[in-house]
């Protein structure tokens, strides 16, 4: 499996969220760490920092954004099968 980590970080406050992808479309496994209470959307969720492996860097910049917040991204390797769309008769 594709890990990634993503590290949210403001004043006061840092979280990280590791992301498990076994296929490229979406992840697998997501596990939060830190004080992920601290970074809230305008809209009052959390942040998700959930999407895509081709979109992920875009969806946390935005999202981090949102929030106030800046983010590091880190491979840590591993290998995501690529998603196909599946054609159905």
């Known amino acids: 499996m594709k890990t990634i980590r993503i590290t949210l970080r403001k004043e006061g406050a840092t ?52 929030c106030g917040a800046t983010f590091e991204i880190e491979d840590l390797g591993g290998e995501a099968r690529t998603s196909t769309d599946r054609v159905e008769p």
């Open 15 to 66: 979280a990280t969220c590791l992301l498990r992808y076994r296929n490229t479309d979406w992840p697998a496994e997501v596990k939060w760490s830190g004080d992920h209470q601290s970074f809230v959307m305008p809209s009052g969720r959390l942040v998700p920092c959930l999407d895509t492996l081709e979109s992920i860097g875009a969806t946390a910049s935005h999202q981090a954004a949102l």
